[in-house]
């Protein structure tokens, strides 16, 4: 059976360098679940792994797209599905590294994502309400329909809101409904997931400002000015992802940079918010980063006993 290790948790939490080293010791190989470092001209603000890590131990689902291509939760399953295939066949763990949640649920679920016929119609409309900065009311109308999904989404997931009301809109079904059909079958590997998480939630927050400034010491404000130049900005992936929307008004309308960089670690550590109540669902191993004990010992006697027990 195929064996897969998830390590999981909020941004800046330490999900690469955990993985990174779990996967050097037992000689594994790393597939993000990262839904912006798929992106090759995304670097420094998705803390994209350096090409000495990539080096050091094989990554997959990295740089693969530009930004100016349509890359799905869809399309990420399939790819996975065939890397930890890949893996396997070499006598190799698959570690999968990433914070978002929409992939690792893909994977853990085995989601059928099926045929959905989308009226493009009711897309552009949606969308273009969303352009109208009714995220709000596009939330709530979705709280009647589909309660449990909406109870996931934050209103700056606009993205995600459209797809459930588009779904709802053009089927007749909720997406709740849909994804109960589709978790019907078990994966077709057995797998553990090492849950990064800090019992002190301040120290998670310095965590994430620290790497903030330490990505504006690296470039991103000089990135950001490179996508903006590229018209990267003209398609969603980069107009939504955190890191670059909030410093481009620094480039395009002279914004203060001092309160666009305050924006970006606020955002960051609601996104982090976002990210711990979607992982609390989870059956997993907690690996405790703040306490006394070592982390990388726990995960590693964790990972230890998952490969004794298959």
């Not at 803390?47 to 797209?65: G, M, T, Y």
Request: net charge neutral; with cysteine.
């Amino acid at each position: 059976m195929k064996k897969c290790v998830f390590v999981v948790g909020p941004t800046a939490s330490g999900k690469s360098s955990l993985g990174l080293a779990l996967a050097e010791k037992f000689g594994g190989v790393i597939i993000s679940a990262d839904s912006m470092q798929i992106y090759r001209e995304m670097n420094i603000g998705t803390a994209k792994p350096s090409a000495e890590d990539q080096k050091r131990v094989p990554h997959r689902l990295v740089d693969i797209r530009s930004v100016s291509e349509e890359f799905s939760v869809y399309d990420f399953k399939a790819l996975a599905l065939k890397e930890i295939k890949n893996a396997h066949d070499e006598g190799k763990i698959s570690f999968i590294v990433g914070g978002t949640g929409l992939y690792v649920d893909a994977l853990i679920h085995n989601t059928d994502f099926g045929e959905m016929e989308i009226d493009p119609q009711v897309r552009k409309r949606l969308e273009s309400e969303i352009q109208a900065g009714k995220n709000a009311a596009l939330l709530a109308r979705l709280s009647e329909i589909d309660p449990e999904t909406a109870a996931e989404l934050h209103e700056k997931d606009a993205k995600r809101i459209v797809r459930a009301l588009e779904v709802y809109e053009s089927t007749g079904k909720t997406l709740t409904a849909f994804k109960a059909e589709s978790r019907k079958k078990k994966p077709e590997f057995e797998f553990i997931i090492l849950y990064l998480v800090y019992a002190d939630r301040q120290k998670l927050y310095d965590r994430i400002n620290q790497r903030v400034d330490q990505m504006l010491r690296n470039g991103l404000l000089q990135e950001t000015k490179m996508l903006w130049e590229q018209h990267a900005f003209s398609y969603k992936t980069a107009s939504q992802a955190i890191g670059y929307k909030e410093l481009l008004p620094v480039i395009t309308e002279n914004a203060d940079l001092g309160e666009a960089v305050a924006l970006l670690k606020q955002r960051t550590r609601n996104y982090a918010k976002r990210q711990i109540t979607w992982f609390n669902r989870y059956q997993s191993i907690p690996i405790l980063m703040d306490g006394e004990d070592s982390p990388l010992l726990a995960a590693e006697k964790a990972v230890a006993a998952f490969q004794k027990d298959i």
